[in-house]
Each structure stands twice: as C-alpha cells, then as structure tokens.
C-alpha cells in the first residue's frame, strides 16, 4: 500500500477545542501568558484554532530558531486583517503587509534610507534636545517632590522624539498637541490590537464589527491621520529639501519617491509613505517607552542593581552634567540591565503575528501554509530550561557572555528574528540607553511616601504591546544637573 505524501500529516499537538470558536475560549486577557500555560501542556509548539483560522504557537528557543532561521522564508508571512487592510493604505506599509516583491523593496530601501546607523546618529541632536527638556521637568518635580508619573512621562519623550525625527518640527507648530497626538497613536494601536470578528468569521463577523461600531471607529482614526499625514507632507513638498541638507524622515521618503518617479517606477506613492509612517509611530514610540518604565519598574524593585548602574554613569560621565551619546558605548552594565530588561518585559510579547507562505515543517511536524504563528518571546525569555533562575532580574547573567538581540540568538528575541526582524532596533536603543542613563545620572529615585519596593506592581496589560498595568510613580530626587 502507497500512503500519498501529505494524507496523513503529522500535526503538532493541540488543546481540546470547542466548535465554532476553536481555542478562543481558552485565551484570557493576557494572551501571551495563557499560551505559555498552553505550552507548559502541549509543547513548544502547538496548534490551535482561532475560529476556523489554524494558527501555531512557538514557545523555546530551538523552534524559534528553525522557524526564523533555517525555514526563515517560509514563516515570513504576516496575516491579513481587517483593521490593518485599511489602517495601512490596503497594506502600502513594510510591517503588515503580507510577504512580497513589495515587501522586499521597501524593506530594502527603508532599512537603507531611514535606519542605517549613520540615519540614526543623524537624529542624535533631537534626541539629547528631547531628553533634556524632560530632565527639565523632572528637576521642576524634583524641587516640588512630587511624583512623576513615569508612563506618561516616557510615552511623551518618546513620541516627541519620533514627531520630530519624522516632520523635523515639534508638536507646538504642528496641528495637533502632544495629548491629541498620543491619543490618536494610542486609538490606531488599540485597532490593530482588536481581533475583528470579520478576520475569523467572514461575512457573519463583518456584521457582527458593523453592530458593535468597530467600522465606524476605524473610519474616524484613519480620516484623522491621514488628514494629519496629508498636511505635514504637503507642508514638507512646500520647501524641498536637496540631497545632503538635514533631512527628517518624510524629506527622505518625499526623495525616494522622485528618485523613483525618475526611474520610471510608479510604485511608490503618496499612501507608500503614510504607510511608513504609520509604521514608524506604532511601532518606535510605545516599544521604546515600555523598556524604559519597564527598566525603572526592576530597578526600584532591585535597588543593589539600580546603584551598580548609577556607579557605572557616574564614574563614565564624571565631572558632566549629562551623559552624552559617545558615553554609551561604555556603559556595558547599562546595556546588560536593558537586555535583562527586554528579556522578562519584550514590549511587543507575541512580536508581530507571521504567517507561513507554503506548506512546511517544524520539529518534524507539518505545517500548512496560510497557518497563522505566533512566536512567544515572552515565554522563551522565561524558559527555565534556557534561564537559570528565570524569573529573576539579574543583569550579571550577560557579563562577558556573547548573548545579544542583534546576534540572533534565540533566546532573546525581543525584536523577533528572520526577515521580519525589527530593522528599528539602532534607532529604538539609542533613545532608550540615553534616557535611561541621564535619569539615572541626575537624579535618586524614591518610592512615594508610604509605599515599599514590594508594593510595585509587576502585573501587565495586553494590547498590541504589552503596558504596564498599573502606572509606575516615583519622586525624581535631585542629584545633580
Ligand atoms: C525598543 C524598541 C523596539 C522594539 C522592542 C521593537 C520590536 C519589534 C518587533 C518584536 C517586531 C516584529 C518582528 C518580527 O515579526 O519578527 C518589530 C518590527 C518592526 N519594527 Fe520594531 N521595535 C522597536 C523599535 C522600533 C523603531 C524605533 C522602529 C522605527 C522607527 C521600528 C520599526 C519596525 C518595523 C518597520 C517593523 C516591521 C518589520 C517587517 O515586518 O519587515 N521598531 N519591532
């Protein structure tokens, strides 16, 4: 008897699952910890059913390392969705859109134009500006001993950094404040975040997002930024800027957009660079602020590891008000309590939802194409048998060690890994490491009055990325400025 390839293929394991809604019931409120629990049962990787929608789960280094390296093409897909179809221009971005010739190009261009290291250094004055007008306003609480709402305070830092790095203005000048701004980016990630009924159960779940007013508050977000995309880009097409002149983000793409016009290539368009920027925001300001309130969060909690980092800035910046950019590079500790950091706390859990482009295996099981996979750094970050007393912050594990998110180890996969790997990272560290360690470097941190290290909550919240549930508030202490 000769069995057809493919009639009885070896499917990983799965939980029980229920008709209609597959696993769905089985996913609380924070998913990335229900399908670690999931794993701990079924293995490091599994199948389940979101609907009629088939979808993987790696939770261990070694699967992540086949899926994103040795089969990295085939599990280089990203899921289509209805949020995501019209948020991104019908998909004219680099981080949403499925894999593609389209794909390749821009990501190509992009990770050229936009986030090469010399890209990156070219924004070092907007930093160190940002960065210091928030010192600013900490030593202003520091002198009323007041608590600082450091979520609040990071996401504003961060966002401004990306506004002007993006439109080489501030948001004073622009159309819209600071407060208005966050709120929008915060409505258009909650979006993306939503599991609309219409990507699992079609024309039924189309109505069903009617009913509950999704379409009506999807349409509201994407008319507001375009509408603010539209006139920041028509601003900039107002005053070309030449090749060579300080350009921020839009001059480049409205560049790359005439250098492709002259090429003859009629690809690139307007949608093309609202969709990059669509990226920019949702994916460079909450990532980058979460690592820093999530880094304060360990360090109040640690206060040993706190003033062995304070030591370190202080004997590299001695004599400086401030640490500067150059510094970083000696700030190793630094850098260690940050990896240590992104290990237990990756911003973004589940990294962004892959899906495979062809019929493939993984640890020996068969996987077909068009499976939706979800890689859980969070759960990878904490495996015991990778991790030494996991659940602990302890940013010695990495002294003298080669483990690092760039490297592609597998461990820690903070900015997920394969093709679709953040090409951000340069862009996202350089603000975090200089934030981190100016505040560090200025000032003391106290816990408001009455409260104790215990009494800081670690319990997270899920979105597109995962935020610190309740908020972290300290009492900035002047050292010196
Ligand atoms: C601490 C900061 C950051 C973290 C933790 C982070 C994390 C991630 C993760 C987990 C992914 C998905 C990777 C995958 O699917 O394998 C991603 C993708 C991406 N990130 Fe970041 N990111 C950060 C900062 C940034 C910044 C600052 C930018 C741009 C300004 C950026 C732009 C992107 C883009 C465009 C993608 C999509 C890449 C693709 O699909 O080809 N990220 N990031």
Not at 162 to 183: V, Y
Not at 213 to 240: A, C, N, P, V, Y
């Amino acid at each position: 008897l000769v069995r057809k390839p493919n009639q009885c293929p070896n499917k990983p394991p799965s939980p029980p699952k229920l008709p209609i809604i597959g696993n769905l019931h089985q996913l609380d409120a924070l998913v990335h910890q229900s399908l670690a629990k999931l794993a701990e049962k079924y293995g490091p990787v599994m199948l389940l059913q979101f609907g009629p929608e088939p979808a993987i789960v790696i939770s261990s280094a070694a699967a992540a390392k086949e899926a994103l390296k040795t089969r990295d093409a085939d599990f280089s897909g990203r899921p289509p969705a209805f949020c995501a179809t019209k948020m991104t221009y019908n998909y004219s971005d680099v981080a949403l859109v499925p894999y593609s010739e389209y794909w390749r190009q821009m990501k190509k261009i992009t990770t050229l134009e936009l986030y090469s290291s010399k890209r990156v250094q070219s924004f070092g004055s907007v930093r160190v500006d940002e960065v210091n007008a928030m010192l600013e306003s900490l030593a202003f609480s520091a002198a009323k001993g007041e608590a600082v709402d450091l979520g609040e305070m990071m996401f504003t830092l961060t966002a401004s950094i990306m506004f002007k790095i993006a439109f080489g203005t501030s948001f004073k000048g622009s159309m819209m404040d600071d407060k208005g701004f966050e709120k929008l980016i915060h409505e258009a990630e909650g979006l993306l975040g939503t599991f609309a009924a219409a990507d699992f159960f079609g024309c039924v779940g189309w109505v069903v997002d009617k009913l509950t007013g999704l379409h009506l508050r999807l349409d509201r977000t994407f008319r507001r930024l375009d509408q603010f995309f539209q006139h920041l880009i028509s601003e900039h097409m107002k005053s070309e800027k030449v090749k060579g002149e300080h350009e921020d983000i839009v001059d480049v793409l409205l560049r790359v957009h005439k250098e492709q016009v002259q090429l003859g290539a009629t690809w690139f368009t307007m949608n093309n660079i609202k969709g990059v920027l669509l990226n920019i925001f949702l994916a460079g300001v909450d990532t980058a602020a979460l690592t820093l309130v999530w880094a304060m969060t360990e360090l109040v909690k640690n206060p040993d590891i706190m003033k062995k980092a304070q030591d370190e800035i202080r004997r590299v910046a001695a004599g400086k008000q401030r640490v500067s950019e150059q510094d970083l590079e000696s700030l190793k500790y630094l850098k260690m309590v940050l990896k240590e950091t992104l290990r237990l706390h990756p911003p973004a859990p589940l990294l962004l939802p892959k899906e495979t482009t062809t019929d493939t295996k993984l640890l020996g099981y068969d996987i077909k194409a068009g499976t939706r996979v979800y890689v859980n750094a969070w759960a990878i970050g904490r495996d015991a048998k990778t991790w030494e007393k996991a659940e602990e912050f302890s940013p010695e594990r990495f002294e003298g060690g080669p483990l690092d998110y760039k490297e592609r180890n597998f461990e820690l996969l903070p900015f997920g890994g394969g093709r679709r790997m953040c090409p951000g990272i340069n862009m996202g560290m350089s603000t975090v490491e200089l934030t981190l360690a100016n505040m560090l470097h200025c000032f003391e941190w106290k816990l408001p009055d009455g409260m104790t290290s215990e009494d800081v909550s670690m319990e997270e919240g899920f979105g597109l990325t995962m935020f610190k549930k309740i908020p972290l508030k300290l009492v900035p202490v002047n050292f010196h400025l």
